[in-house]
């Protein structure tokens, strides 16, 4: 699935233009990018959350060179999937796709 | 930031469209995404990341408080990846 999927699914549903759809749908994920990019966490209910953590410097090797090296303080984003989801993908129910 | 603050900042920039609409939009994507994730589909969001399905072998396990064997079948967890850009993004 690709954002070119969700596009389609959301023209489907909602009586809007392929356009605006598409331009809708980025607008989301930009909105999910901006909010991450300033540290702050999104917690999206029956989905999962997204937070940006903070490492600390530590010290590495280049696993090809066996070369020590420093990494260097950096931000990661974890996902944490909900239970919901987690629940949701391992049931046995027949998904039924609401059109 | 929760569901329904990314349904209102939507809201703010589609003037066009009525929370309502916006509310619906949100519930649809994400929706969307996990019926993807249970059929066992990849899904690949240029610039922000992927989510994909892991599966976790069946094992044996202990019940930590009576030391009983227990058996713990095998199980799908969804996995994301950051995309390029929004890892980049976040170091700026």
Known sequence: ?99 | MTKSELVERLSEKLEFLTKKDCELIVETVFESMKEALKRGEKIEIRGFGSFTIRVRKAKTGRNPKTGEKVFIPEKKVPFFKVGKELREMINE
């Open chain 1, 1 to 99: 699935m690709t954002k070119a999927d969700l596009v389609e699914v959301i023209y489907e549903k909602v009586g809007l233009s392929k356009k605006e759809a598409k331009e809708i749908v980025e607008m989301i994920f930009s909105i999910m990018k901006e909010t991450l990019k300033e540290g702050e966490k999104i917690k999206i209910s029956g989905f999962g959350n997204f937070v940006v953590r903070e490492k600390k410097p530590r010290r590495g090797r280049n696993p090809q060179t066996g070369e020590d090296l420093e990494i260097s303080a950096r931000r990661v984003l974890t996902f944490k999937a909900s239970q919901l989801l987690k629940e949701y993908i391992n049931s046995a129910e027949t998904e039924e796709v609401s059109q």
